[in-house]
């Protein structure tokens, strides 16, 4: 996605991808999410190279089908991605559009007869703030539904050390700050039913990410160059622990899926 807007306000809510700050718009995380030790992970006695968030994102998709309100995307292994990821994969990537919510599924297919494949997924899409010119980043909140506390996993460096979770405090709206992501993305534990708002008592527009059963969701936004913009991502994987073997198989939070099985999740954006 690089547009979500709204018809009758003309207003943009999806980040416009200013390299000045960050020059994505809401790329998808495949096959890992976050950043590997090194950027090298090891597979059957065999070492491999992946930067951050892994290579979907740099590709380019075909079409399969589309329609005024649907397009369903693929991504399939090549020689070029086996030699940094050794899976015969397929990626499906679709977008519904409805009144004022766009969906967005990801199915994953492992299409490998006899091996296990293992890999992550996540989403990273990143929210216009203020989302009006009479309003201001800090005039804006995180809301979450539902109200209760979430696990927090704190960042090392680039890595995440679940050995010291503390308590998030997402049982009650969350003031937006560029302190908040002074030592970059805040991680939580997101099991169930989930709603990340951004919203703002001095307007009623407001865009809300909802999604079910993804372990993990970062918010994250660049702290030391005051970036317009907020990601609310939810995953199904996270960056190395400090901890780490470098096993892919090993890999906290990392998916695993039998020879010609699928997995399939979605999330929805909802502006207003």
Known sequence: MTSIKHRKTGIEYLWQGDPDYWGRHAPVLFPIVGRLKNNQYTYQGKTYSLNQHGFARDQVFQVVSQNENEATLQLTATEETK???????????????????????????????EEKMYFSIGAHPGFNVPLTDTTSFEDYYLSFLPRETRKLIPLEGLFVDTANKTIGQTNTPMALSRKLFEHDALIYETAGTNTFSIESDKTTHKVSVTFEDFPYTGIWSVAQKEAPFVCIEPWFGIADTTDASGKLEEKTGIQSLEPQQNFEAHYQITVD
């Open 83 to 113: 030699s940094r990821y050794p899976f015969d994969f397929s990626l499906l990537i679709r977008y519904v559009v409805s009144e004022n919510s766009v969906q967005v599924t990801y199915a994953v297919e492992n299409r490998d007869t």
